[in-house]
């Protein structure tokens, strides 16, 4: 069964700082998505960035990027020039294309110290 | 506007009643999700569809039970076999094939 691993339940970073947020994943399939999501005290889920298995090059949107290690099962998240905004819980997800099956990890919770 | 909506928000039920929460897309996306939320949990999938009158159960489908009989609709009926029903309830819905969810703005149930 493929699973989702966040081993930071919670991080801490100053502001306009960076800060990476660690996932790992098991999964014996070869064409998968990976994503991160945030979700706010709102408690919206927001999709942050998303990558595709069979993509060699690192995601980037804006501020944030992934460093995906296919060998390694590893997606860890950037958070570049940190702003108060991006305080909030952050999940990985993973989908196989296979089953349309969405994997959630436990999440990280990020503070942001002005 | 397209989007998905959950509905109640809130939602308060006694203890042996069985509640349904509403989930309801005009995405026209395929496949729909159930996820259960609780503090230090993470989201976890109960139940999900792929197709109309089709779906497969997740991984803590026990207590829960589920209809899809409109690509639009994917209501979750929360049993008294549950045994610990409160919790926050996110629904889902995607495009088949692989690309991202999209999300409702959840409901908070409570058993008293």
């Known amino acids: 069964a493929q699973t989702v691993t966040q081993s930071q339940p919670e991080m801490s970073v100053q502001e306009a700082e960076t800060v990476t947020l660690s996932c790992t994943y098991d999964t014996s399939e070869s064409d998968y998505y990976l994503f991160w999501y945030k979700q706010p005290p709102s408690r919206q889920m927001i999709l942050v960035i998303r990558q595709e298995a069979y993509k060699q090059q690192n995601a980037t949107e804006n501020r944030f990027s992934v460093n995906f290690q296919k060998a390694a099962k590893s997606f860890s998240l950037k958070i570049s020039d940190s702003q108060l905004g991006d305080a909030a819980m952050y999940f990985c997800a993973y989908r196989t294309s296979r089953d349309d099956k969405i994997i959630f990890g436990k999440g990280t919770r990020l503070h942001i110290l002005p | 506007d397209g989007g998905i909506t959950q509905s109640p928000k809130y939602l308060f039920r006694k203890e042996g009643q069985n509640v349904t929460l509403s989930c309801e897309q005009n995405?026209?996306?395929?496949?729909m999700y159930w996820y259960r939320q609780d503090p230090g949990q993470g989201l976890r999938l109960i139940y999900y569809?792929?197709?109309?009158?089709?779906?497969q159960k997740g991984d803590i489908a026990e207590g829960y039970s589920v209809s899809r009989e409109k690509k639009e609709s994917f209501p979750l009926t929360v049993t008294s076999a549950q045994k610990n029903p409160t919790a926050f309830y996110l629904c889902?819905?995607?495009?088949?094939?692989?690309?991202?969810?999209?999300f409702g703005q959840g409901t908070r149930l409570t058993v008293v």
């Open positions: 995405l026209n996306h395929d496949a």
């Open positions: 889902a819905s995607s495009m088949w094939g692989a690309t991202e969810a999209f």
């Open positions: 569809s792929q197709i109309v009158n089709d779906f």
